[in-house]
């Protein structure tokens, strides 16, 4: 029999309503796997019970003909998602001890959906950060290292974990969220596949708040099928998210034809940036060929206010993540550490709780906000930000999507990165569409000099994922990516 | 724009944030590059730009006017550092 773990989530859920094997044997071979891979430092929790009494739950559904869309499959979520009775940490000091009295919207659907729970996954502090590092609970290890070398590498960030996890086969998919690229800079940086879906489109009740107008929760997986499957149950309508967007979810897989012959395909000229590696710039030509072959059209599009996005994002989620991390007070949750009055309380806890960036973020955000600076800082990057996305709607008009390359490198070593700024320049190819709300989605394309893998992004029409997924599946198709880390940490 | 010590640790005030004197050392290096960085903005002519509101067009949604949820306060103070009975407790704020 074939190892379960290497199993993608349509594989497991055809072999598990043929009974090739049950939902218990499926959990057991991702519990193993999960315990084999402690040196990644993936997840933050272990949940095998859980794991287990979902699986028995659902091998009676599957017994009874009675399986639903993803019955008896075993994910990991991102430790920024609220689930019931579980520890939810966000990877942060601050949140010591927090068990949620409720479930996330997308948590919540996916057990609807018959999934089963492995774990929580580790991630950067509260999502702040490209490379995993800021987390409280230690770095995450990239599966990939580079030819011949045993230097450890990062996963990109912040939903670290989550790339981790699927590409080292501890899990065939994982939530995530991004939002600035969080999903598919980590996704590149491991080879597996990440959609950031349109703002809106998945609910973000229920997860830890970062920055509300650029957050959007997606999946992390290994094949452009998969991600459709998981958006599938994660995405809809909820009353409780006042942003969430009551728009029909279309039938994703459906939407994987391999058909786009007449797709316009629009490559933005101002992604060509100065000092972009050579390998970067010529695997993006190569997608560029591979979608002429398949009988899209390309056309080039002009984006001109792309380089400004992301200094604007260094205004706007440093601002919103100031107002939503007010809440970490010592009060209601988590850490306290004592203090004279109740003011000193607050900020010894505040001090104690948050890491490094968090605190650099939050620095930033209130004085961005602070009165006189308003205008100049938080006013301007608002309008920068309905430029950038003035700039796509014009593009729009003449393309079904877009190409470019997802990052401007591949994973990097920790430490290797201790500039702020240097480290928020990964986003550069990202960040555009955070700020303008679209969905994003990141398949690997190849592998670099050194060999790791490089991804390339599409950017889509709001709601449209549909295109993305078509788009991405002729893209993996053509690039016949099946490169895999070897075993170094089992 | 660069921010001095006193900046940062006024800001540092606003937010609740505790600084060490070595730590507002360091923070006002750090903030100064990255507001550097961000002036970049200042070259974008947004005369007559409206500021993004909301990044998908949406009209605002309304609802009924019905208590949905509640009496839930076990919940509610089950993750408190320190509760009683139902009473978030907090060092004494009125003398």
Known sequence: MTDLTDLTIAEARDGLSNREFSAVELADAHIAAMEQGRLLNAFVTETPERALQDAERSDGRLKAGDGRPLEGIPLGIKDLFCTQGVLTTASSHILDGFVPTYESTVTANLWRDGAAMLGKLNCDEFAMGSSNETSHYGPVDNPWRRNGANTSLVPGGSSGGSAAAVAARLCPGATATDTGGSIRQPATFTGTVGIKPTYGRVSRWGIVAFASSLDQAGPITRDVRDAAIMLQSMAGHDAKDTTSVDVPVPDYEAALTGDIRGLRVGIPGEYRMEGMPGEIESLWATGVEWLKAAGAEVVDVSLPHTKYALPAYYIVAPAEASSNLARYDGVRYGLRVPGEDIVDMYENTRAAGFGAEVRRRVLIGTYVLSAGYYDAYYVKAQKVRTLIKRDFEQAFENVDVMLTPTTPNAAFAPGEITDPVTMYLNDIFTVTVNMAGLPGISVPAGLSSEGLPLGLQFIGKAFDESTLFRAAGVLEQAAGFDAQPGKWWA | ?95
């Open chain 2, 1 to 95: 724009m660069s921010v001095d010590q006193a900046t940062v640790r006024h800001i540092a005030k606003l937010a609740r944030l505790k600084v060490s004197d070595a730590d507002a050392r360091k923070l006002e290096g750090e903030l100064s590059t990255i507001l550097e960085w961000i002036e970049q903005l200042d070259e974008v002519d947004t005369e007559g730009v409206e500021p993004m509101t909301s990044v998908v067009e949406v009209t605002m949604k309304m609802r009924d006017d019905d208590v949905t949820d509640g009496a839930i306060a076990d919940q509610i103070i089950a993750n408190a550092p320190e509760g009683e009975e139902h009473f978030f407790v907090v060092p004494k704020v009125v003398e």
